[in-house]
């Protein structure tokens, strides 16, 4: 995976008790370890891709749904765009032992987060971007949290499959909007500056510790009562 965007903000989490990765805009990481992999997202979307199997899974997070088809960008500005941060992940996935035809996705994202996007909303076209992306590629959908008024944080275990996401008061935790502005303005020096600093440690989702099973499913935490709903997972007869 040399020269790809691969997330590099390692840590041990001690929610879930296990190293933990975070993934930036831009970003991407697969493994068949027994990790977390959290990111935040705004406008942006974050796949899950899992393979039951082959005991494997990866998550990505990409800005906008072009394909970015401009070959003289490098691999980390190309990863804003869905097309390649899909690519990427489901061929690193293959390389490392998975089946297309076994894969399983997970969906997140797509929030109305930024101001003055109300007539094309990045969201929006994020979230039906990804639905279209996995359908073409016959990946089924088996769970998803997409559009809506909030920004979300996402905990996902590429082993088991098990996602986590909670919903976050815009007013409250302007930062997530914030950031994917800035972001949107960046030239490509300064976001591979930005992400050559992205060292920190994090630590997330501050709830009672989660019963983890090798059983792939999507739980709401850690949101305020108003913001709680039932995220939609389809069943046997839709997939």
Do not use: P, T
């Given at each position: 995976m040399s020269g790809l965007p691969i997330a590099s903000n390692l840590y041990f989490d001690n929610h879930f008790k296990r190293p933990g990765v975070k993934l930036l805009p831009n970003e991407f990481y697969m493994t068949g370890e027994d990790m977390v992999l959290v990111t935040v997202l705004g406008s942006c979307v974050a796949a899950c891709i899992h393979d039951r199997t082959a005991g494997i899974g990866g998550m990505n997070h990409f800005m906008l749904p072009d394909d970015g088809s401009d070959a003289s960008q490098s691999s980390s500005d190309s990863m804003r765009y869905g097309a390649y941060a899909m690519e990427v992940l489901i061929n690193e996935m293959i390389k490392r032992g998975g089946r297309r035809e076994r894969f399983e996705a997970k969906v997140f994202g797509g929030g109305a987060v930024l101001a003055g996007m109300t007539t094309i909303n990045?969201?929006?076209?994020?979230?039906?971007?990804?639905?279209?992306?996995?359908?073409?590629?016959?990946?089924?959908?088996v769970a998803e949290d997409l559009q809506g008024m909030y920004p979300r944080k996402v905990a996902f275990m590429p082993r088991t499959g098990?996602?986590?996401v909670k919903k976050l008061i815009t007013q409250q935790d302007p930062s997530v909007v914030e950031r994917?502005?800035?972001?949107?303005?960046?030239t490509p020096e300064a976001r591979s500056e930005r992400l050559a600093k992205a060292r920190a440690h994090v630590e997330l989702f501050n709830q009672p510790k989660a019963k983890i099973t090798d059983k792939p499913r999507i739980e709401l935490f850690g949101a305020a009562a108003g913001l709680q709903r039932t995220v939609r997972t389809k069943t046997a007869e839709e997939a």
């Open positions: 990045i969201g929006d076209r994020n979230s039906e971007f990804v639905r279209r992306y996995l359908a073409l590629e016959k990946i089924r959908i098990q996602a986590m994917e502005q800035a972001l949107a303005r960046q």
